[in-house]
């Protein structure tokens, strides 16, 4: 890919990351819209297909990859990529099926991961339950492996809680939509698809906090995981609609299901294109 058409980078603590990083929702079989979908990215990623796409990510300019830190699955098919003389950036969520998250958080810094971030859904728990500030022990793990530490959640009021009171955080995973207005589980933890709401003033609610925060935010379905991207011009422009409203030091999270189009080499133009137009027509928002 020649220099015109390369994705631009943002510092990511000692590291620098593409402001397109590819998300793994799909790898997973999570598609967050449909049981349908569900089973055609089970059926369709196979180990070997999932580290083709992550090849395929990388020779169209991306560079990091964001998954859960679970053992069988995700870091499993990094291994693989890494059997095959290939390699990639790795931010990664804790796996909350996992006994000890503590020692989730150790392997998934021991395995090479550049930043780790606690699971929005077991966040969102928290919150429910009035226990929030528990979750800061964890991010102290995460610190004390020396990687990025950030946090997820749905519910926005989580960030302006967190904000306010000054957690040690480097960057925020802030999805465009609040899928957690009632309790719930992830679904590839409790292993049912549940329907879930995607209110369309969601997004404009939380770039209202992107903007104003100083801290890094990875901004997340911005696709409104699949509802947006209908045509590749409704997708496009909602790249550019997420791009015009996030921080120039912020990127967004995208997952990739390459079974019918070549999504990689298509979100890294509208990534690039995105950019360009957010250059002369950023919106800021009151």
Same mark, same amino acid.
């Given at each position: ?128 339950? #009035? +226990? ?6 964890? *991010?102290?793990?995460? &610190?004390?492996? $020396?990687? /990025?530490?950030?946090? %997820? !959640? ?59 925060? #100083? +801290? ?6 911005? *696709?409104?995981?699949? &509802?947006?991207? $209908?045509? /590749?011009?409704?997708? %496009? !422009? ?49």
């Amino acid at each position: 890919m020649s220099d015109k058409y390369a994705l631009p980078t943002v510092p990511f603590g000692a590291h620098r990351v593409t402001r397109l990083i590819v998300g793994g929702n799909p790898f997973v079989w999570n598609s967050h819209f449909s049981e349908p979908m569900n089973r055609d990215m089970e059926s369709y990623f196979s180990a070997e297909r999932i580290v083709d796409t992550l090849i395929a990510c990388k020779r169209a300019g991306i560079d990091t990859f964001q998954g859960r830190g679970d053992y069988h699955r995700i870091l499993h098919y990094l291994e693989l990529l890494h059997r095959r003389g290939e390699d990639i950036q790795f931010i990664a969520q804790t796996a909350s099926e996992m006994h000890d998250i503590h020692h989730n958080i150790k392997m998934i810094a021991a395995f090479g991961a550049q930043g780790i971030y606690f699971h929005g859904t077991e966040t969102d728990k928290y919150w429910r339950e #009035g +226990r929030i500030d528990d979750v800061r022990d964890y *991010l102290k793990t995460i &610190r004390d492996n $020396g990687v /990025q530490v950030g946090l %997820a !959640a749905h519910i926005p009021q989580i960030f302006d809680y967190v904000e306010n009171a000054g957690w040690d955080i480097d960057f925020y995973m802030t999805p465009f939509y609040n899928v957690a207005r009632k309790p719930r589980q992830s679904a590839v933890v409790s292993g049912k698809f549940e329907q879930e709401e995607f209110h369309p003033d969601d997004p404009e609610r939380i770039c209202r906090f992107i903007q104003q925060t #100083g +801290r890094m935010c990875l901004a997340y379905k911005i *696709l409104g995981c699949g &509802r947006k991207a $209908g045509s /590749q011009e409704e997708a %496009a !422009a909602a790249f550019r609609w997420a791009f015009a409203r996030i921080k120039p030091g912020d990127a967004v999270v995208v997952g990739m299901f390459p079974k019918y189009t070549d999504q990689p080499r298509l979100d890294v133009r509208y990534t690039i294109d995105a950019i360009k137009a957010a250059e002369k027509e950023w919106v800021r928002l009151a």
